[in-house]
C-alpha cells in the first residue's frame, strides 16, 4: 500500500516582474488560467490525494471559482498566505497538520510536496521521482542542471567565485518532505518570525524555498532530482510566450 500524499499548490504570486495587473496564476496560457494547468494534472494523478491550494486573499474567491467550474474535488481547503513565500508554505502546512478530519482520506498523508503555481508544466514523470527520494532523513527537490556557465558576483558585477558548473542545478519544484518533516521546520520558521515581530533586533534569514527552510531548522539532507527544463516557472512576459511554445509542442505530441 503506497503512502499518502498531499501536495501544497502555491497560487500568490502578484506578477510585478510580469508587469500585468492580471496576477499570475490568472494569466491565460492556451485559452485557460495558468493555475488550471497545475490543477488538471493534480486532478488526473495517481500519486496525489489531496490538494490545499494557498493563495492571496483577494484571489480566494477567483480561485474557488476556478476550482468549483474545473471540477478539481482533490482540493480540500483554500487558505490565505502569508506576507513571504515560506509563510504561505506554513499557513499549507499547518492546514494539512492542525485540521480536524480530512476529505480525502483518514488520517494526515506521509509526504507533502509544494509546486509553484506558476509552473504549469508539473507532471507525474517529476512527481514520481520525488516521491522514491524521500524518506524521514532526506527531502527531495525536482531540479535541472545548468547548461550555462555560472560566476558569482559583489554588489558591483565584480566575479569573485565560478563555481564548477557540473556540480550547480537550477531548483524547481516540487520539493518534497515527509509530513512530520516539513511541519517541524514550518513551526520553527513560524516561532521565529512571530518573534521578530515582537523584538526588531531579530534578523530573519532570507528563505526563498522549502528546501533551505527545512535544511536550516533541522539539518536535514536534500537530494536533487532530475525535474524537467519544460517545468518551467512564468516570472516576466517571455515566460509566457515560451509557455506557449511548450504547450503547443506538447499538444502536438499527443496528437
Avoid at 474545473?70 to 480540500?76: L, P
Wanted: hydrophobic share 35%; glycine share 8%; proline share 4%.
Amino acid at each position: 500500500m503506497r503512502k499518502k500524499n498531499a501536495l501544497i499548490l502555491l497560487a500568490g504570486g502578484r506578477g510585478k516582474r510580469m508587469g500585468s495587473d492580471i496576477p499570475k496564476q490568472f494569466l491565460d496560457i492556451g485559452g485557460e488560467p495558468l493555475i488550471s494547468r497545475s490543477l488538471k494534472t493534480i486532478q488526473k494523478s495517481d500519486l496525489i490525494d489531496e490538494c490545499i491550494l494557498v493563495s492571496g486573499a483577494d484571489d480566494i474567491a477567483a480561485i474557488r471559482d476556478i476550482v468549483d467550474r474545473g471540477g478539481f474535488d482533490k482540493v480540500s481547503h483554500i487558505v490565505t498566505g502569508g506576507a513571504e513565500r515560506y509563510l504561505s508554505v506554513v499557513n499549507g502546512v499547518l492546514a494539512i497538520c492542525e485540521k480536524s478530519g480530512c476529505e480525502a482520506f483518514d488520517g494526515k498523508p506521509e509526504v507533502i510536496l509544494i509546486h509553484d503555481g506558476a509552473r504549469p508544466f508539473l507532471d507525474d514523470e517529476i512527481i514520481k521521482r520525488c516521491l522514491d527520494n524521500v524518506s524521514e532523513d532526506q527531502g527531495c527537490v525536482a531540479a535541472v542542471p545548468t547548461k550555462d556557465t555560472v560566476k558569482i558576483a559583489d554588489e558591483n558585477g565584480i566575479v569573485t567565485d565560478e563555481p564548477p558548473r557540473k556540480n550547480v542545478w537550477l531548483m524547481q519544484t516540487p520539493q518534497c518532505f515527509t509530513t512530520d518533516v516539513i511541519y517541524k521546520a514550518c513551526l520553527a520558521a513560524k516561532k521565529d518570525y512571530e518573534d521578530s515581530k515582537q523584538n526588531k533586533d531579530i534578523k530573519l534569514p532570507e528563505i526563498t524555498d522549502d528546501a533551505q527552510m527545512v535544511k536550516m531548522y533541522l539539518g536535514t539532507k536534500i537530494k536533487l532530482v532530475m525535474g524537467s527544463y519544460d517545468n518551467i516557472k512564468i516570472t516576466t512576459p517571455e515566460d509566457i510566450q515560451l509557455a506557449e511554445k511548450i504547450l503547443e509542442a506538447k499538444i502536438g505530441h499527443i496528437s
